[in-house]
């Protein structure tokens, strides 16, 4: 039995040659793991929908399945795209799924590494809900918020928060240093986040602000005096909070 290395439509495979009793040969093609699979594609959009998308690379035409925020922000038909690339190899199938930045690929596999969640389920995750929302509600344990997404149920929900809580923490402080060096405030909690912000948060949403704008104004209460913020208890929060949206 003979083994060679080749590449099919741009994907590295493995042959691996049998000879039959007959003179006839089959193929086996399998793909060689080892190698890096495909991360990024840039070509000419052929044809798109809510669900996926044709990439048309030098004359080679990938298939890429997205989510429908993904496919929001795609360009025209017929115009150049770029797309980050997840490869996911089974030994039936090699699929694609394609992202418009980085930050919703790293949410992705996040939530496809969560027990019970899919390639297909991460999707509709990701067409439900924008990645900074995602972040807080997995932060804030928002089950309510969690379960309204499609094809999410309860005991799902509890599984996103107890196994994403520190990784999507993580995520969150690596966007909120981007945001600041851009001279933005932050709009999602990190990993360390005491619960008195965290608290501060969910009474300004009872009180009617949107989640975002109430992080965005303890980011502006935190960032005029970090040492006095880490010692204010939920009460002082809210207040200076309201203060800072007047």
Not at 123 to 149: H, Q
Not at 172 to 181: G, I
Request: net charge positive.
């Amino acid at each position: 039995m003979g083994r060679q290395g080749k590449y099919i439509a741009g994907l590295p495979v493995l042959v691996i040659i049998r000879p039959q009793k007959r003179t006839n040969w089959s193929y086996l093609v399998r793909p060689l793991r080892k190698h890096t699979m495909i991360a990024t594609l840039s070509g000419l959009l052929q044809h798109k929908d809510p669900t996926s998308v044709i990439l048309d690379v030098q004359g080679v035409g990938y298939e890429v399945l997205l989510s429908s925020r993904t496919y929001d922000k795609l360009p025209p038909t017929g115009e150049k795209a770029f797309l980050h690339i997840h490869t996911n190899v089974r030994e039936d199938a090699i699929t694609l799924y394609g992202f418009t930045d980085m930050e919703q690929k790293k949410l992705f596999l996040l939530l496809n590494g969560v027990s019970g969640v899919g390639p297909k389920l991460a999707l509709s995750i990701l067409s439900g809900i924008d990645p900074a929302e995602l972040c807080t509600a997995v932060n804030l344990k928002d089950l309510s918020r969690l379960t309204s997404l499609s094809g999410v149920g309860k005991k799902t929900a509890q599984r996103l928060c107890m196994e994403l809580a520190d990784k999507v923490g993580e995520l969150a402080l690596e966007q909120s240093q981007a945001m600041s060096s851009k001279g933005s405030a932050a709009t999602i909690p990190p990993r360390s986040e005491g619960f008195a912000m965290q608290d501060a948060v969910s009474a300004l949403v009872n009180l009617g602000y949107p989640q975002e704008t109430a992080w965005q104004a303890l980011r502006s209460v935190q960032q005029a005096d970090p040492e006095g913020t880490a010692e204010m208890k939920v009460d002082e929060l809210i207040r200076n909070a309201l203060r800072s949206l007047a």
